[in-house]
């Protein structure tokens, strides 16, 4: 479809009565080939063969209640407890990452509690790691690898 800042994904895609489709890796399902699910399906690529997070920690596309509306997360990866640990919000391409894509997905955060945040459109990411304690975040580089629990 286009090139995009990440490493090269194996997606499938497919025409179906002359319209594209791709493969959800985590859903098992062919979507709508669109500009955004095509950044979310490569970010995922992303996490589960360069991030090594198993595919079973990540949802895509849940429901978030925010002041009694119903929203959508793009990505969640949640850790061995299950609990929220990234949260990923997807844009186009062709839409710049801004303060008001940050602040969208600061709003689902305030929900989800994740300790990590990115925001991305496939060519730029914004990285953060949040701590509710003292109510702070900091930029990052890139997200945290998956680290499974260790036997004690």
């Given at each position: 479809?286009?090139?995009?800042?990440?490493?090269?994904?194996?997606?499938?895609?497919?025409?179906?009565?002359?319209?594209?489709?791709?493969?959800?890796?985590?859903?098992?399902?062919?979507?709508?080939?669109?500009?955004?699910?095509?950044?979310?399906?490569?970010?995922?690529?992303?996490?589960?063969?360069?991030?090594?997070?198993?595919?079973?920690?990540?949802?895509?596309?849940?429901?978030?209640?925010?002041?009694?509306?119903?929203?959508?997360?793009?990505?969640?990866?949640?850790?061995?407890?299950?609990?929220?640990?990234?949260?990923?919000?997807?844009?186009?391409?062709?839409?710049?990452?801004?303060?008001?894509?940050?602040?969208?997905?600061?709003?689902?955060?305030?929900?989800?509690?994740?300790?990590?945040?990115?925001?991305?459109n496939g060519l730029e990411h914004a990285f953060y790691h949040i701590n509710f304690e003292t109510a702070r975040y900091q930029r990052l580089e890139n997200l945290p690898g998956y680290l499974p629990?260790?036997?004690?």
């Amino acid at each position: 479809m286009f090139d995009l800042n990440l490493p090269k994904a194996d997606i499938k895609m497919v025409h179906k009565a002359g319209k594209p489709f791709i493969l959800d890796l985590i859903r098992k399902k062919w979507l709508a080939l669109t500009p955004e699910e095509y950044v979310r399906q490569n970010f995922i690529w992303y996490l589960v063969h360069h991030l090594h997070y198993p595919t079973s920690h990540i949802s895509v596309e849940r429901g978030i209640k925010i002041n009694k509306l119903l929203s959508r997360s793009d990505i969640v990866v949640y850790n061995q407890n299950r609990l929220p640990y990234i949260l990923i919000e997807c844009k186009a391409p062709q839409i710049k990452i801004s303060q008001n894509t940050l602040e969208q997905a600061s709003k689902y955060n305030l929900q989800l509690k994740a300790e990590y945040l990115c925001v991305t459109n496939g060519l730029e990411h914004a990285f953060y790691h949040i701590n509710f304690e003292t109510a702070r975040y900091q930029r990052l580089e890139n997200l945290p690898g998956y680290l499974p629990q260790r036997a004690i």
